[in-house]
């Protein structure tokens, strides 16, 4: 018998046993014999050159018996291309979770191992596809399709992730996010994304907080839902205050600010559940609205007259100032466009009186008293993350292994900064801190005024001059 031999263990397509040896021959297991041992045929033989090597193997795949009377070449790319599947197949065996799987990297390390004489990845691609989507857990497509366990339901640190169920909505929130929730509460935002909600579903809805000593913004909750009702965001709210709550030993929680998009649906579920909680509407969208009426209603006025331009950046910076005067300063403008016959601006103030000024109370979209966070960007921005993390709509359990992965990142991101290993930036100044330092002196004025008890038409004109410079700002 040859001296040396080197096994290697494969498969075949049809998920057999294979021997290689010295990486040239391949065997297919054939049949086993009376005292245990097996017996392995050369691949050729039921070819056309019939080969009739064979090599016989214990239970300790000692070799035994070997016949290497091949009559046809050795075959090292052909064996290599086996090597390659049953190592990668083997590594999408061993993962009891197989999407976060990154074959091109695996590939790379086993070809490494192998030298030379490697199948190249295209050879190999669809095959290694094949047997990772046998892996993955049959796909979910309704809402009463979902379990109620699973293994997807743990944290890669072995915690509960899913925290309810019912036939409209499911909501995942691990032990730590459920502790950011609790120590930090006093800007919650939240907002819903649509692209990578599973077809079966409306929209992925996440809440977040900021942890202000580590200027940093955490998610706190990821929740599929099937609908966008009042209803299902109330039990939503609920739940999530009661998963808080209990962690906290039945202490009551509740968020001092609650940012959100101009859904009402939205905040007057969050009102319910936490009837002490400042809704703050996104400023953002605010303007974002605006512009979509004027370009509707006035845009060539707005354009092409100068003061009519003042008095629509005027409408839309009235978030910044003293609500107390918000109202006198829309009369001014209305008086003065009638005056000069603005006809279709007029018709975009009538459309900002119904609606922000009538429908909505202006506190819900009004920051004077607090402009550190005057958008909901902490929420947008993770969205459009995860809108880029696939092209397609995920299946159930991809999307629920990905926000584990992020649950994950974000739980040693904390960790790192709260124990000082990674050093916190110092925030730069953004246009926030450039709208609070010109408010504050304003108010400083209006202080002044007032105490002089001057006119009210002084102060009213005081911030209509803030109105015009924060069109330097923003």
Known sequence: MEENLIIDISNSNKGK??????KKYKFNFSYKRKDNSKVYKCTEYKKINKCKSFIILNDKKEILKYNSSHNHPEN???VSLSIMKHKIKDGIEKSSIPFGIKIKPLYNKISKE??????????????????LNKKLPSNVTTFAEIPSESEYYKTKRGENFMIFKNSNLIIFKSPFQAKLFREYNNDIFVDGTFFIAPKFSYQVFITRTYAKELDSFYTTSFAILKNKEQETYKMLFEKLKKNANTCNNNIRIEPKNLHCDFERTISKAAKTIFPNTNIKYCIWHYKKSLEIKKNKLCYNEVKNNNNIFIYYKAISNLPFINTEYI????????????????CQFLKFLEYFYKTYLIDYDMKIWNYYNNIEHITNNASESLNNYLNNLFPTKPSFYELIDKLNELEHLSYYDYQRKIRRIWKIKKRAINKANEISVLIERFKS???????AKCDRNKIINLWFDCLTNLNNII
């Open 327 to 342: 109202f006198d300063i829309y009369v001014i403008i209305k008086i003065k466009s009638i005056k000069n016959n603005y």
């Open 17 to 22: 046993e294979q021997i290689i040896i010295n």
């Open 76 to 78: 090292e790319y052909d």
């Open 114 to 131: 192998m030298g030379l004489i490697c199948p190249e990845y295209n050879s190999i691609k669809s095959q290694i596809s094949r047997n």
């Open 445 to 451: 004025i209006e202080a002044k005024l007032i105490d």
